[in-house]
């Protein structure tokens, strides 16, 4: 069934396929590791460096970095086929593949990473993992199966349109919601460039009206609660460098008193 789908037109079908890819590879990037901080590219795995804020940041960039690899591939592919879209059904076509591009990158994260190597698990710290991870390899299940449906039946293309805007609509209010502790203070997470001073960063906290919870041993990576709302420019402005929503995901870190306030 998908050499039906591609064989007719191979080159913009290859394109959509690979751009398909690279887009899942960024959802799965951005809102789950960047906005939710569910899960980083290596955080099921032992050992001080897989949970080093550093590392893990580098390898998600790594990540980030062949996602943009394989989009390219398929922008040049659809440039080289650029010439083939005049023909009929060409537009349906590839939107068929990239939805089924979209899908096979979250079956194979699944199986892959997922299960085969246990590099991570989409939610970590949920005592029930596994129902998520199923439920992504779902999510991948039901792309495949709309892009098949969708190159196969053109009249369905308003249903395609309006689960895939449905789908981009939930993530992106879910990532809002995650990333906005404004109504509900919590822990952050804030680096500051390496050589700050205890002052700058005390300066930084009691602008935030916050309290230090933590520190790693360079005094650079600091855990600490809000005691209001959350304004990462508080921090930004005395030279902060990342400022998480949350805790989670950043690692652990050889832990200093923070000093008292």
């Keep these: 069934m998908l050499n039906h789908i591609f064989r007719p037109l191979r080159r913009y079908g290859l394109a959509g396929f690979f751009i398909g890819v690279a887009l899942a590879g960024f959802f799965d990037g951005i809102l789950l590791h960047q906005i939710l901080q569910w899960h980083s590219l290596f955080s099921s795995l032992d050992g001080q460096v897989y949970q080093d804020l550093r590392f893990r940041m580098l390898t998600d960039g790594a990540f980030h970095a062949a996602m943009y690899g394989i989009g390219l591939v398929g922008l040049w592919l659809l440039w080289r086929g650029r010439h083939e879209f005049a023909s009929e059904g060409s537009g349906k076509r590839f939107a068929s593949t990239l939805l089924i591009g979209f899908g096979v990158w979250h079956l194979a994260d699944a199986v892959l990473n ?16 596994l129902w998520w991870d199923l439920a992504f390899f779902a999510l991948g299940l039901v792309c495949v199966g709309l892009g098949i449906t969708f190159d196969r039946f053109g009249g369905r293309r308003r249903l395609s349109n309006t689960v895939a805007s449905s789908v981009g609509i939930i993530a992106f209010a879910a990532g809002a ?17 390496q050589g700050i001073s205890p002052a700058a960063v005390l300066a930084a906290v009691e602008n935030a009206n ?11 990576v600091w855990a600490i609660a809000l005691k209001s709302g959350f304004d990462g420019w508080s921090f930004y402005r005395y030279g902060a460098l990342y400022v998480s929503g949350s805790v989670f995901g950043m690692g652990c870190f050889s832990a200093t008193p923070a000093p008292s306030t």
């Design 114 to 129: 997922h299960w085969l190597l246990g590099l991570h698990h989409i939610k970590e710290d949920h005592p029930n993992w």
């Design 177 to 193: 919601v995650a990333a906005s502790p404004w109504s509900n203070p919590r822990p952050v997470t804030v680096v500051f460039k």
């Design 210 to 220: 916050g309290q230090m919870l933590w520190s790693n041993a360079d005094g650079d």
